[in-house]
């Protein structure tokens, strides 16, 4: 191992509270199967959550959670969005991420459907100004209506006039843009699985993308031969975004402890929101499809492992 491979292989997340900080309430039937994919917005001192919450009948809906330091959660004891009559979310809604545009909060997430008529992922939106009402939108990717596609990521601010979204056609993570959130481009390769054995196998698109001095950081995920996800991070150009910069080849966090590497899935992090504060970045993420945990970085030591892997 080179110098600069152990200089930074030290940047990774630290735990916080060093276990998880939501987990299924007791006695709700509605997220008794588990509950991770927190999007989390944080605001006026004020954190608003949704996550996905896998029901005993095996249909996942988003449930609701407040707090006011981001790691202590006052959860509700209804799911706050639920499947549509549609036969596109047949089978439940899934993965939720959140940004804030304008006066507006954009909700991407999976549509699954268990049924011959469509395929089984289809990425929706919905849009809300009070996390009580919440407008759908179904985009249509030039293309690839019969494709399956998930992780759906949009950008918090317009570039050059568009919405820009990552999401994942498998294994890569791809982009495509829209005026008007309904009509979005072909879907074109953004990045691709690396042959670091980590992220060998599939990677996708993980929290909305966070604009820095040297372009947007994306936290993803990676998933090896063996199933296992873990969290990596990458720089893309703040003009062009389809254009990655750095990439890290290691992880910056990956299962470790019980309640990762064990759960409905084994061996997961999948991490769906990044928050910047106090010069740290906090994730959170699914731990073992079961519960919701979070982490923090120092973000300039982040950036500058960052600069050390430029994408030639």
């Keep these: 191992m080179n110098q600069k491979d152990i200089r930074t292989r030290r940047v990774h997340f ?3 509270n060093g276990g998880p900080i939501i987990k299924p309430g007791p006695g709700l039937d509605w997220e008794a199967g588990g509950v991770f994919a927190p999007a989390v917005i944080h605001e006026n001192g004020k954190w608003k959550m949704l996550y996905r919450a896998y029901g005993k009948d095996k249909i996942s809906r988003l449930g609701y959670a407040e707090s006011d330091d981001g790691i ?12 549509d009559k549609s036969l596109l979310e047949s089978s439940g809604i899934e993965d939720p991420r959140i940004v804030r545009m304008g006066d507006k909060y954009l909700v991407s997430y999976t549509a699954f459907a268990e049924n011959k008529q469509y395929v089984k992922t289809k990425i929706r939106i919905l849009e809300t100004d009070d996390f009580i009402n919440f407008k759908h939108i179904t ?3 030039m293309n690839h209506w019969r494709v399956n596609d ?6 918090p601010a317009k570039i050059n006039g568009h919405y820009f979204m990552m999401h994942r056609i498998e294994p890569s993570i791809q982009f495509s843009f829209s005026h008007d959130l309904k009509r979005w481009s072909d879907a074109a390769v953004m990045l691709a699985p690396s042959a670091q054995k980590w992220e060998s196998a599939k990677i996708g698109a993980g929290a909305p993308p966070i604009k820095t001095s040297i372009g947007w950081l994306a936290f993803y995920h990676g998933v090896s031969k063996n199933k296992k996800y873990s969290m990596g991070a990458a720089i893309f150009d703040n003009n062009c975004p389809s254009r990655v910069l750095y990439r890290l080849p290691f992880p910056v966090l990956k299962p470790e402890l019980l309640y990762e590497k064990e759960g409905v899935v084994p061996n997961v992090v999948f991490g769906t929101s990044a928050i910047e504060v106090d010069g740290r970045y906090i994730l959170y993420y699914g731990a073992g499809d079961d519960v919701i ?6 973000k300039q030591a982040l950036l500058r492992a ?3 892997y430029p994408v030639v």
């Design 14 to 16: 630290t735990r916080i």
């Design 72 to 83: 202590n959660w006052i959860k509700d004891k209804q799911p706050r969005v639920l499947p």
């Design 139 to 141: 985009p249509s990717f």
């Design 150 to 155: 998930k992780d759906g990521v949009i950008f």
């Design 293 to 298: 945990a979070a982490a923090t970085i120092n």
């Design 306 to 308: 960052l600069l050390q």
